[in-house]
């Protein structure tokens, strides 16, 4: 078995100026340009292994950002200035994310071909692409085949169980189909499609996250970002990227190995990536604080719900200040104070009840240069926690906290008088990505659950709102249904981003375009209140709109 995906072995995130101090010949996956992996064999692995091993080398867990729904509600998908001529035809879309179901009509020619160029898919043992090493990639070649055959899943066994990606592939480049009032925005547009393999268990069980919730890691998301890449600049082809998945986290500040990764992408020419900015804007599970007045210390409150197991909290405090942390129980028994300190990892047991705690204070967490408490709880006791915070240097402070995102923990679970700004999703707060919320299109109102910026750095984030809220889409097994959230809005937002590069690079009217060009021509052509304040946390620079930004395109 491949050590990548080998539960024996940890796979950490290493620069590739360290590679040659660690390569023994068959233990580093090269992920891309900047960063590798490293697989470590552990025979017993622990929760302190975070601890021996620095907290950013593990990757991130990320989950969906769109609920999808079999029903189909009779909304008409919004057709978008298709009298510009502007369909998507020579563009890549790249999908990262659940699967697809390619025998869906949505994504055939009217000859009944595939648009669909190749898929990897990382959960079946096959033939990897070239440059990889696990998973199977299906051309389109075996595609078409396939379709031709009464049983195509023998011949190409991949799907989508979870629907999600199908969905947001339909919105964006989905076929029309008038009698179920469907059509994508570039119903011409190619694609190419990873399906991500799950994350780790041994991933999982470090930062206790159920066992049976859906997560994929953040380095296979590189490496289907590189694959993506691979197959446009073989076809010599421009692409866009639409990312729908998010997490909580990291610093919420645009740095890590993928932010990092994709920022540089978003400077290059033919390539434009966007992402979605979260669910978590009424989740409850941020939480921030000033702290002004002696004694400077701070506490809060967290409600553990009861079907909520095991999970873990991140806090992270603005330099310069260095905070302790306390525990007390719903039972009112108090934990010892931990310090902090540099790669230590405290395991703290109750008395009066069963639940588990590991402590990492890390003083100066080596990618940021923050701190960073993590807290990882396991046989957690429901009820009311309360988690005190005192700052050594005795001066002010403020700091935040965040829950984990998305399906890995309950709404049972949250901050007692939480806060729903600053919770923008990793990688919704890279710099350059285009950053897309979602507003009910209906009423002209933002989704509740839309995360809200800016970022923990005070980065103008979202950029953008898109409509997402019962948007049609083509679903797995021939079917239709409506999806839900800010990744349905970051499909949309995709799909008007393909026509732009379609009018720039196709039609030859400005070859040079970048993504991060790209993007800025999208908010400044954003509808906007005359009576807001923009850029805002809310709503970014406004709603997309398509025809103001054709407009100023035929300016040019």
Known sequence: MEKILDNRYYDLIISNALVTSYNTGDNITMLNDLFSLLHIPKDRMEPCDLGVNAYHSFPELYTLESVISMENTGEESRQIAA?????????????????????????????????????????????????????????????????????????????????????????????????????????????????????????????????????????????????????????????????TLGTNQGGHDGRGALSTYLDNLMLLPKIS????????????????????????SGSFQLNSGGIDNEYFIEIWPY????????????????????????????????????????????????????????????????????????????????????????????????????????????????????SVTAYNQNTGSILAQSSRGYTRLGGIKPDLAAPGYNIPCAIPDFQYGTATGTGVAAAYAAGIAVKIIEWAYIKGNYTSITGNQISRLMMRAAERDPDAVYPNNIWGYGKINPENIFDELEDF
């Open 83 to 243: 009298t510009r001529g502007l369909f998507g035809r020579g563009v890549i879309v790249g999908i990262i994310d659940t699967g697809i179901d390619y025998r869906h009509p949505a994504f055939m020619n009217n000859d009944r071909t595939s648009r669909i160029l190749s898929i990897w898919d990382q959960t079946v043992d096959g033939t990897p692409p070239s440059g990889f090493t696990f998973g199977s990639e299906y051309t389109k070649d075996l595609i078409n085949f396939a379709l031709l055959s009464q049983y195509p899943n023998n011949i190409v066994p991949t799907n989508d169980p979870y629907r999600h990606g199908t969905a947001i592939a339909s919105i964006i480049a989905g076929r029309s189909n008038e009698k179920e009032g469907f059509s994508g925005v570039v119903p011409q547009a190619d694609l190419v499609v990873v399906k991500l393999k799950e994350a780790k268990e041994n991933l999982k069980r470090l930062f206790c996250v159920p066992t049976g919730a859906l997560c994929y890691q953040e380095s296979d998301i590189i490496l289907g970002i590189r694959y993506l890449l691979n197959v446009s600049n073989k076809l010599n082809r421009p692409l866009v990227i639409c990312l």
């Open 273 to 296: 990536i966007i992402t979605s900015a979260g669910n978590e804007g009424n989740s409850r599970r941020h939480y921030y604080e000033e702290v002004t007045e002696e004694p400077y």
């Open 319 to 434: 330099i310069p200040s260095r905070l302790s942390i306390q525990l007390t129980a719903p039972t009112w028994e108090s934990s010892q104070v931990i310090k902090p300190a540099l790669g230590q990892c405290h395991k703290l047991s109750f008395q009066s009840i069963k639940t588990n705690v590991w402590i990492n204070n890390i003083l100066f967490e080596s990618e940021t240069g923050n701190q960073l408490i993590l807290l990882r709880f396991r046989n957690m006791e429901p009820g009311i926690w309360y988690i005190r915070l005192d700052n050594k240097d005795a001066i002010p402070f403020s700091f935040h906290c965040w829950l984990p995102s998305g399906n890995l923990i309950s709404n049972e679970t949250y901050f007692v008088n939480s806060d729903p700004n600053t919770t923008i999703t990793m990688q919704g707060d890279t710099a350059n990505l285009l």
